[in-house]
């Protein structure tokens, strides 16, 4: 499942933030604190933290879907979308040609990624398969994934996850 080149690469980003700078659980592991230079070393600890708060969000976008509350999903990405001012513009920079953005060229870093992903969540909720984000069902994980495969069952947010799921169950069925 492709939804267009730009929206599955900002949607994938989402995934990346939401999968960094939220505390939860992964792979079986306790996920505290964040290391936030992790998404983009780079970055400033400030613009880390900012953007961290939007991921926050993000990922009651993708509770939502999974739980089956679109409207609420929907609700979410919209306020996201007026907090973060996000409106298609055009803009050139650093050399390339003119190009689509979905923030202002003043925002701030944190802002000038949360507004294209509030965006990228928008196009994937406006279409028929909404239903491709979610939230691995694994124990002790709740890392989330946009489903791009071609029959759209996807459960888990990696092959860890599956796998120690399918071997948990291989024991169950085998060992007395």
Not at 76 to 99: F, G
Request: charged letters at 25%; proline letters at 6%; hydrophobic letters at 40%.
């Amino acid at each position: 499942m492709n939804f267009d080149s730009h929206t599955s690469d900002v949607v994938a980003k989402a995934v990346a933030a939401v999968n960094t700078l939220t505390p939860g659980h992964v792979q079986g592991r306790e996920h505290p604190t964040p290391d936030l230079r992790e998404f983009d070393p780079s970055a400033t600890l400030d613009d880390l933290r900012e953007l961290s708060t939007y991921a926050v969000e993000l990922r009651a976008v993708f509770e939502a879907v999974d739980a089956g509350d679109v409207d609420e999903a929907c609700e979410r990405v919209n306020t996201l979308l007026k907090e973060t001012s996000a409106a298609p513009v055009l803009i050139r920079h650093d050399n390339e040609p003119w190009h689509l953005h979905f923030h202002t060229p003043d925002a701030s870093w944190a802002r000038g990624w949360a507004a294209p992903m509030a965006t990228a969540l928008a196009v994937v909720l406006g279409n028929p398969v909404h239903d491709r984000l979610g939230v691995c069902t694994a124990p002790a994980c709740d890392r989330v994934y946009v489903d791009v495969s071609r029959n759209g069952t996807k459960r888990f947010c990696s092959t860890a996850c599956q796998n120690r799921v399918k071997a948990a169950t291989f024991r169950a069925r085998h060992l007395p």
